[in-house]
């Protein structure tokens, strides 16, 4: 029998173990102090475990901040919180690919179109989208000032190719029947107007809905006739060709209601051919285009060219209605040296140096000699402008000049350059050779072929190529090249714009340049050449601007356009006043203003009006005769030659300027003096003080203690509320084993009503059936400014307004009795208690 050995240890005394068994028992201690070691149950994320010195802010957020065994266990127990693992963004270099940016750029264009110029105007300019495009507002730097004087003194440069462009064509009687309906004779020139119909000239007019006028307006449009040739003029029932131009804002209305009036239907639509053939057709003859051009033809305003145009005709095919939107570009050069900068970026082709000609557009019109004459006359006429004008004021108003230029590219300086005007020691010949001596073919272009066009964006030559054909070919840099003589002709028309011509109104010619229509494709290189010649580049802001101190207004408040902006424009303001903390908001009651984000027309005409109907709709008056009559009245200060046919409905627009100090705002009001205020202005006058001449005497706020105890019981209540789901908390907690969560609020509706009668105790601004907008303050008022800023033509503060014909007439009749030389009215802004005179001019040319 086997007895089992047991080891003695003297140091134990009287106690015996197996070495194995001791073995066994410390390994499995070991085992267990691995496994905590590794496996912790602490409550530590695992960068926590680190040590200090490897431990990284970035660690929470960044995986990889981690050493890579810790990597694992940290990203599941992010993902534990909720937090979403973060992607890894592309690198800019993969981002900044061509094919790549491509698509993120068409990616953007989804909502909001780009014009050919965005990417330029995107790196100094602040963008903001409007009427369904991204357009550039006003530069980032400070150039107020330098647009202005840009404007007036050398020449300012504006992308307008969002303006909407619509073509139709049909008989010159059936278009003058159905623009019968939509205008009226008493405004000005018709669309059918001899002056326009033979395309010399551009024109524009007020549309309004089907036989509303003068109420409903729908805005200003510019229009154009397609010249007509010696060939054409001969022939009789012939379809003209009209483009009408017209801002986006109003442009649906617009084609809503010239299909209603013309009693269009939507036709087939028509896709436009590209007309680029395959290198390699195939064996059934069908051509195939490669993805590279596809991308390419996408991008920018091609994008348009290439999609289906809508098109609408009416039962007998007679007329026809396409909208062009996006398929030309225009741009406005606004300045004395718009005549200058376009003499260096235009130069006329040549044809006998152009290589190649069968290739493009021009090789089909070559053979004939009556195109060959046109050019001619266009190309001598545009030399004697360069040698002779100094601006384009000078010229026929509203004048049409056709040409076929070269590549902008080929003439654009390496440096900004700014253009020289020239002067009177400069001149060889008499102007007036310019105004006599017109050739009757200087407006007939190609452009107005939707082929042409369409071809000439397709065979334009891309920047990448064309620089790198310059690489290769240019020994001597800055010198032409032989491959530059092969490229196409570009065909332009060139719209000159007069300014102002009522010296006794604005300063005479300010406002002047010329429109430059041009196909798409190279919008961005006559952009590049204009701004590379001196122009100055300016946004939606410099509109504005030059609109102010022409005394004109784009959109005037009785149109659709006009009323967009102003709903909007109040919905803007209100929101931003109630984001202001109580103790930093403008009482308006106790400053006697009740309208201060919009202009209540409507309120004001039916307080103005003799008898006690409602009114629901206000005109702005545009009648040339009777604003003739008005202005006659004001200068002899003789109100009883004032034009009794008015209808109490109507506003007439004035252009105002303070005479002292004060600086009013937009909503300002437009108040009647009375006697004692003529008094006062004398006294401050002799005393050479500025004091106001009037002071709105402070009111009490009704309604301040119905807000301060209506906002304690809000607060109360939701006070309250929140005490009670505390105890139903509770009472869950007394009960449940697991956590207990307090339930959510749910006051969403609660408090919006709150803030909703909070809104109505601020202001109360239910003008139709509460208050009178006439007799809001101490002095009547009967008109308000939509427009104001300093204007620096003037040097003083001024805007534009709107004021009721019988509160004029009571002005006139005022003025009269106190033996005025110039009329003068109070001005109030609406955030001020002070009255101050400001003398006005009344507008002729109404928009």
């Known amino acids: 029998m086997v007895t089992k050995k047991m080891e003695y240890d003297t140091s134990l005394v009287g106690s015996h173990m197996p070495t194995f068994q001791y073995a066994a028992s410390v390994l499995k201690e070991m085992i267990d102090l691995v496994k905590s070691v590794q496996h912790p149950t602490s409550n530590k994320l695992v960068f926590q475990t680190l040590p200090k010195r490897m431990r990284r802010r970035a660690?929470?957020?960044?995986?990889?901040?981690?050493?890579?065994?810790?990597?694992?266990?940290?990203?599941?127990?992010?993902?534990?919180?909720?937090?979403?693992?973060?992607?890894?963004?592309?690198?800019?270099?993969?981002?900044?690919?061509?094919?790549?940016?491509?698509?993120?750029?068409?990616?953007?264009?989804?909502?909001?179109?780009?014009?050919?110029?965005?990417?330029?105007?995107?790196?100094?300019?602040?963008?903001?989208?409007?009427?369904g495009y991204r357009l550039p507002y006003g530069s980032c730097d400070k150039t107020f000032r330098a647009c202005y004087r840009a404007s007036a003194e050398h020449c300012l440069l504006q992308?307008?190719?969002?303006?909407?462009?619509?073509?139709?064509?049909?008989?010159?009687?059936?278009?003058?029947?159905?623009?019968?309906?939509?205008?009226?004779?008493?405004?000005?020139?018709?669309?059918?107007?001899?002056?326009?119909?033979n395309g010399r000239r551009e024109g524009s007019v007020d549309l309004f809905k089907y036989k509303e006028y003068p109420f409903k307006a729908l805005g200003r449009v510019n229009f154009l006739w397609r010249p007509l040739t010696q060939g054409q003029k001969q022939e009789q029932n012939l379809n003209r060709v009209l483009w009408l131009w017209m801002h986006p804002s109003s442009s649906h209305c617009i084609v809503e209601e010239l299909i209603?009036?013309?009693?269009?239907?939507?036709?087939?639509?028509?896709?436009?051919?590209?007309?680029?053939?395959?290198?390699?057709?195939?064996?059934?003859?069908?051509?195939?285009?490669?993805?590279?051009?596809?991308?390419?033809l996408k991008f920018m305003t091609k994008f348009t060219v290439r999609q289906n145009i809508p098109t609408y005709k009416n039962n007998l095919a007679t007329i026809e209605l396409r909208e062009l939107s996006g398929t030309i570009n225009r741009f406005r050069l606004t300045g004395p040296l718009a005549q200058r900068v376009l003499s260096h970026a235009f130069k006329v082709k040549d044809f006998d140096r152009l290589i190649n000609a069968k290739k493009t557009w021009v090789g089909d019109l070559l053979g004939e000699q009556t195109f060959l004459d046109t050019y001619k006359q266009q190309q001598q006429y545009w030399e004697k402008c360069q040698k002779l004008l100094t601006s384009p004021s000078q010229l026929l108003s509203n004048m049409v000049l056709a040409l076929c230029i070269e590549d902008p590219r080929l003439h654009r300086p390496k440096k900004r350059t700014k253009a020289i005007s020239k002067t009177k020691s400069d001149y060889n010949e008499d102007l007036e050779e310019l105004l006599v001596d017109m050739p009757s073919a200087l407006s007939e272009s190609s452009l107005w072929e939707q082929c042409i066009r369409d071809r000439v964006s397709n065979e334009m030559v891309t920047s990448h190529s064309y620089y790198g054909l310059r690489e290769k070919q240019a020994i001597v840099p800055g010198q032409p090249c032989q491959f530059e003589d092969a490229l196409q002709p570009i065909p332009v028309l060139l719209i000159q714009r007069p300014g102002s011509q009522r010296s006794n109104f604005v300063r005479l010619g300010y406002g002047c340049g010329w429109d430059v229509i041009a196909p798409a494709g190279y919008g961005l290189h006559i952009w590049l050449s204009c701004?590379?010649?001196?122009?100055?580049?300016?946004?939606?802001?410099?509109?504005?601007?030059?609109?102010?101190?022409?005394?004109?207004?784009?959109?005037?408040?009785?149109?659709?356009?006009?009323?967009?902006?102003?709903?909007?424009?109040?919905?803007?303001?209100?929101?931003?006043?109630?984001?202001?903390?109580?103790?930093?908001?403008?009482?308006?009651?106790?400053?006697?203003?009740?309208?201060?984000?919009?202009?209540?027309?409507?309120?004001?005409v039916r307080d103005w009006k003799s008898d006690t109907t409602n009114v629901n709709d206000f005109y702005v008056l545009r009648d040339r005769s009777k604003l003739k009559d008005i202005v006659e009245c004001i200068k002899r200060s003789n109100p009883v030659k004032f034009p009794s046919s008015l209808k109490s409905e109507c506003l007439i627009q004035l252009r105002l300027s303070v005479k002292r100090r004060g600086s009013p705002n937009n909503f300002s009001l437009i108040c009647l003096p009375i006697r004692n205020d003529f008094k006062r202005n004398l006294k401050h006058i002799y005393l050479r003080s500025n004091d106001p001449v009037f002071t709105e005497p402070l009111l009490s706020d009704p309604n301040e203690k119905e807000r301060k105890k209506f906002r304690l019981q809000h607060k109360k209540l939701l006070k309250r509320l929140r005490a009670r789901r505390i105890r139903e908390k509770r009472k869950k907690q007394e009960t449940s084993n697991t956590k207990v969560y307090i339930r959510s609020a749910g006051t969403a509706?609660?408090?919006?009503?709150?803030?909703?009668?909070?809104?109505?105790?601020?202001?109360?601004?239910?003008?139709?059936?509460?208050y009178t907008v006439r007799k809001q303050g101490c002095r009547d008022v009967f008109g308000y400014l939509t427009s104001v800023n300093f204007c620096l033509s003037e040097g003083t503060v001024g805007g534009i307004g709107y004021v009721t014909a019988e509160g004029l007439k009571s002005l006139l009749k005022l003025c009269q009795k106190c033996h005025l030389k110039e009329p003068m009215c109070l001005v109030r802004p609406n955030n001020s208690r002070h009255y101050r005179f400001a003398t006005f001019k009344v507008n002729l040319d109404v928009w």
């Open 59 to 131: 660690m929470s957020h960044h995986p990889k901040r981690l050493p890579r065994k810790y990597r694992t266990a940290h990203i599941a127990q992010m993902s534990k919180s909720g937090r979403p693992q973060q992607v890894n963004r592309p690198s800019r270099k993969y981002r900044r690919r061509p094919r790549n940016l491509l698509a993120d750029y068409l990616r953007r264009q989804r909502k909001h179109k780009w014009l050919e110029t965005h990417i330029w105007h995107a790196k100094r300019f602040h963008m903001i989208e409007r009427w």
């Open 159 to 197: 992308d307008i190719s969002f303006y909407a462009c619509i073509e139709m064509r049909g008989l010159l009687e059936d278009l003058e029947k159905g623009f019968e309906h939509l205008t009226s004779q008493h405004i000005g020139l018709r669309i059918t107007a001899s002056t326009f119909v």
């Open 260 to 296: 209603k009036v013309f009693e269009l239907k939507s036709a087939k639509i028509t896709k436009i051919p590209l007309g680029i053939e395959d290198e390699n057709p195939k064996i059934d003859g069908s051509s195939k285009m490669s993805a590279k051009i596809q991308r390419r």
């Open 531 to 604: 701004i590379m010649w001196g122009a100055r580049p300016g946004g939606l802001r410099e509109f504005e601007t030059i609109g102010r101190e022409m005394g004109i207004e784009q959109h005037s408040p009785d149109t659709i356009s006009g009323r967009r902006m102003a709903a909007e424009r109040y919905v803007e303001l209100r929101d931003k006043y109630f984001r202001l903390p109580p103790n930093k908001r403008v009482s308006y009651r106790k400053l006697s203003i009740l309208s201060p984000f919009r202009a209540p027309f409507s309120e004001l």
């Open 749 to 770: 509706a609660i408090c919006a009503a709150q803030f909703k009668k909070m809104c109505e105790l601020w202001l109360p601004e239910d003008t139709s059936t509460l």
